[in-house]
């Protein structure tokens, strides 16, 4: 194989109380992206459209992730990428992550797959670390496995995949507006009280077990983050009333997704899915804000060869 055209999706990272470390994979929207074999080393990025973005391998996470992988593998050949990207840089929904994981996947795939997941989940770590100034593999650990993630450990890198239950749906609403995952880091605080980091991995116990026995009560009673949305709420306009509105209408929990600006919230089957995404879009009606929405199935394969 001398080319592979790709779909790399978003990812929604922390799922309420797991940050850094719990995330899943969307199924509407994601990246598209094609890699092709050169006769020439090194890694080219030869196309970006939908946003703008270094062309720079070492200034763009796909090419940063890429080189990282070449590095290792020491092919007898070059690689050129392009990248066609729907989802928006700083969205919340794993831009960066999307660019980082597709391209080590594909560059894996014309190779013959001397990697397995947790590797290529590494080396696109690389990418995701400049994008992000730091070392966090909630979106790509979805984005690569598919489904939900659960990030073990960093050092070694260690990933557990997590059952999705059959009628599980994600709702995702995306103010236009740009929020920098590194920003968004920064401004966190370096310490939890006790009583919190009690509450928060409860939690996170009991939204696996939930996922596990596919109790979505226990999903419901589980989607809590009690550390970090105190913090990054207020960089989301509206967001105490998109929260309240979608758990008015159904759903199973709504939070920040990622660093955002992007909320989620799941849902107990498609029908309500839809009733709650109009209900998240109705909040900016009367504002100036623009949005995107999507409603999304769980996607457990992750990145898709075309
Ligand atoms: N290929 C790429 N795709 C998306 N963002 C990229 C890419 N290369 C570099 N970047 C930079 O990474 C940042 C987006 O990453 P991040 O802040 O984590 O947003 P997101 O939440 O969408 O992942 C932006 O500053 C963007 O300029
Ligand atoms: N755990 C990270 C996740 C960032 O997700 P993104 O989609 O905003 O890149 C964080 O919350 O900083």
Redesign the pocket.
Known sequence: MEEIKIFSPA?V??VACG??VLGFCLDTIGDHMVVRKTLEKGIKITEIEGFDLPFEATENVAGVSALALIEDAKPNCGFEIEIYKNIKPG???????ASASGSVFAINELLGKPYNKTQLTYFAMQGEKMA?QSE?A??LAPGIFGGFTLVKSINPLEILELPTPKDLYAVIVHPQIE?K?SE??AMLPNNVPLIDAIIQWANVGSFVHALHTSNYGLIQRSLQDIV?EPYRKRLIPHFSQVKSESMKAGALGCAI????PSMFALSHGLENAKKIELAMKKVYSNTQIDLETYVSKINTKGIKIL
């Open positions: 990812t990272a922390n940050f850094d969205s919340g929904i794993g831009s960066s992550s992000s966090h909630d979106n929020i995952t968004a880091r970090i997704s990622g660093s955002g």
